[in-house]
């Protein structure tokens, strides 16, 4: 018999999550409180992921893939404790280091410069790590030239890149990625490539979600493939992705 000894990093044990979804249109703020007063607001509960179990162990390279909607950015979120589960459990052991909705530790009226600061202060790095690895960060985001420009005027794969760029500063003991690669151009792309395959190297557990096949193909070792919020397919790779392809 073949034994397994490798640490589990996630376990996610009859995992659900709702959400209520109001049922009619309001016009306004207003009709929505006199609604909500008179409890004539109704709402549908809207079953995001349904009853899901799986564990991720140290050093694997886990893929989730499946149509839009199937509940692959509500697993991340609630493996990286954004989101808290409506019914199951959630054990994560380490670090964990969360790309998943562009930006959402940036303020977008700041420079990148100054977002740097703020994204590294959310992530827990110190001002002295952050004056350390400051040049390291722009190099890798090759954002120099724009670095007092307010992110606004940022396109979405130049946030990407200092996201990414912040975030894989420090290693962590868990990589979320959630589809920001996609946006950066072909270049960029092959350089996180690079740097999550570093990473793997190292032992970080990576999870990522991509619509990219040919990416979670030549990064992940198990693929999970998800269908209305359900599991339809957990296993290696090439056999879960080539099932996925043919659906
Ligand atoms: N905060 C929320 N409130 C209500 N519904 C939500 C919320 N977040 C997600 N949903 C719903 O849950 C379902 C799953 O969403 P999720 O973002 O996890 O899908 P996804 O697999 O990441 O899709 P995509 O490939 O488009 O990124 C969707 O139907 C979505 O509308
Ligand atoms: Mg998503």
Redesign the pocket.
């Given at each position: 018999m073949k034994v397994n000894n490798k640490k589990k990093v996630v376990q996610v044990e009859n995992v659900s999550m709702h959400?209520?979804?109001s049922s009619e249109k309001l016009d306004s703020l207003k009709e929505y409180f006199i609604k909500l007063l008179k409890r004539q607001l109704f709402f549908k509960k809207?079953v995001?992921i349904d009853n899901i179990s799986f564990s991720i162990e140290q050093g694997d390279v886990f893929g989730i893939v499946?149509?839009?909607?199937?509940?692959?950015?509500?697993?991340l979120k609630i493996i990286s404790g954004i989101l808290k589960p409506t019914m199951g459990s959630v054990v994560v052991s380490g670090s964990v280091a969360p790309l998943i909705e562009l930006g959402a530790g940036f303020d977008m009226e700041l420079t990148a410069r100054e977002n740097i600061y703020l994204n590294g202060a959310v992530l827990g790095y110190s001002k002295k790590l952050i004056d350390e690895k400051f040049d390291e960060i722009v190099e890798f985001s090759e954002m120099r030239e724009f670095l007092d420009v307010p992110m606004k005027n940022y396109s979405s794969g130049m946030v990407a890149r200092i996201a990414f760029a912040i975030a894989t500063i420090v290693q962590p003991d868990i990589l979320i990625v959630?589809?920001i690669l996609s946006v950066g151009d072909f270049h960029f792309q092959e350089k996180c490539n690079r740097r999550i395959e570093q990473m793997m190297k190292n032992g970080t557990t990576i999870v990522l979600?991509s619509?990219d096949i040919e990416q979670i193909q030549s990064l992940c070792n198990k693929v999970m493939w998800?269908e209305k919020?359900k599991i339809k397919m957990l296993g290696g790779v090439k056999e879960v992705c080539e099932s996925y392809k043919n659906s």
């Open positions: 959400f209520n979804m809207y995001a499946g149509l839009n909607g199937c509940g692959k950015s509500t697993t959630d589809e979600v619509h998800l919020g």
